[in-house]
């Protein structure tokens, strides 16, 4: 069930992927997928072995205020990366650059539980979501790599804080300020 859930969830993403097409595939009744992982978004999880829920994690951001909300993300991730799911979070990210197929999983994990509803919790114009989500995206994976990856000094041995600090404004600035938006081709 699981390797046919990490296959429809690649190719088709979370929206587009369905409990019965994945028993359909897995060969087994929508209710056993049902028994086993409850609901799709829990399916999900599994599927892409998340060593977190971010239903648990997000209201920390999603109830800061609109200006904090850059800042929030930072010590939100910070948190999540220091506490105890880092060696899990390390094998995500890892198998993620070597593995397209990882690659996309993770990809929609950030996209569908994270990113999007970070963005959606801030008012701006549906046409800008998609280009200020990439953008914090990419702050955030940066701040990731450098960090726990690279090792990369200060930004290593830097408290939470003071990273809170220097990169927040950045990632508010994807969020809400005067930023020139890329465009998909």
């Known amino acids: 069930m699981l390797a046919a859930a990490r296959t429809a969830f690649a190719e088709r993403g979370y929206a587009g992927a369905s409990i019965r097409q994945i028993a359909t595939a897995a060969g087994v009744d929508p209710a056993l997928v049902h028994h086993y992982f409850g609901s799709k978004d829990e399916l999900f999880l599994a599927a892409v072995e998340a060593p977190i829920d971010p239903d648990e994690l997000l209201p920390s951001v999603l109830t800061a205020p609109p200006d904090e909300r850059g800042e929030a993300v930072v010590r939100l991730v910070l948190h999540v990366w220091d506490g105890p799911a880092r060696p899990a979070l390390l094998a995500l990210v890892r198998s993620a650059v070597n593995h397209e197929w990882s690659a996309k999983l993770l990809r929609e994990f950030v996209l569908t539980k994270i990113v999007r509803r970070v963005i959606g919790s801030v008012d701006m114009p549906v046409e800008e979501r998609e280009a200020r989500g990439a953008l914090v995206a990419s702050q955030v994976?940066?701040?990731?790599?450098?960090?726990?990856?690279?090792?990369?000094?200060p930004n290593a041995s830097a408290s939470p804080d003071e990273l809170a600090a220097a990169v927040g404004p950045t990632v508010q600035r994807y969020l809400t300020g005067e930023v020139e938006l890329p465009r998909a081709r």
């Open 141 to 153: 994976i940066g701040l990731v790599l450098t960090r726990y990856v690279l090792k990369l000094e």
